[in-house]
Structure formats: C-alpha cells, structure tokens
Nanobody
C-alpha cells in the first residue's frame, strides 16, 4: 500500500486547509486510516483516525471541533479538513493506514505511511 498526502501550504491563523491522502490499493475500503503530525523538534503525534467504513472517527483533544476526518472510498482518499488553524498547528502532516486497529493513537500500529505534507500557520 502506498499513500500520498498533499494539500499542505501556508495559511494565516484562523484560516482553513484540506489535506488529502490517496491510497494505491484496491482494498482501500478495508483500511483504517489516520493522520499524524510532527512539528520541528517534537515527536510525531496523533491527529485523527477514521475506521474502515467511515462510521467512526476519533480526534486528539486539541483538534476536536476544529478538524474533521472523512473518506471517499470511490476515490481511495482520506481527507483532513482543518479549520480555525493556529500557529501551533504548524507541522508536517502524515497519513497512515492499518488493517486491524482503528482509532489507535500509536504510530507503531500503522503499517503504511505517506510522505508527509507541510502545513505552516502564520500568526
């Protein structure tokens, strides 16, 4: 499974961005998907996850109410809509996938990773 994330960029505080992640597998609809981020000098942290059928989603506490994860199985794509962005959201954002554990917040539970897309939020 190959994942390709895109949609990052520079945005002012309070603005919005939508990240996309396209998967190369025909079995995308069976994958649990997640987003993580890593800021300079910090560890990779969980952002959001969505289960295989899109019926359940989970978020890190600091993202609840601002970020929305969704998926479109017809396009093999998972999205991360980010609203009310803050400078502390600046990071490289990674999409990830696994077959067996949805809503896990542990990076090591995800078998597949995209290359990351950079988000910069200016104050």
């Amino acid at each position: 499974v190959q994942l390709q994330a895109f949609g990052g960029g520079l945005v002012q505080a309070g603005g919005s961005l939508r990240l996309s992640c396209v998967a190369s597998t025909r079995a995308f609809s069976r994958l649990h998907m997640g987003w993580f981020r890593q800021a300079p000098g910090k560890e990779r942290e969980f952002v959001a996850a969505i289960n295989w059928d899109g019926g359940s989603a989970d978020y890190a506490d600091s993202m609840k109410g601002r970020f929305t994860i969704s998926r479109d199985d017809a396009k093999n794509t998972v999205y991360l809509q980010m609203d009310s962005l803050k400078p502390e959201d600046t990071a490289v954002y990674f999409c990830a996938a696994n077959w067996s554990r949805w809503s896990t917040k542990r990076a090591r539970d995800y078998a597949y990773w995209g290359q990351g897309t950079e988000v910069t939020v200016s104050s």
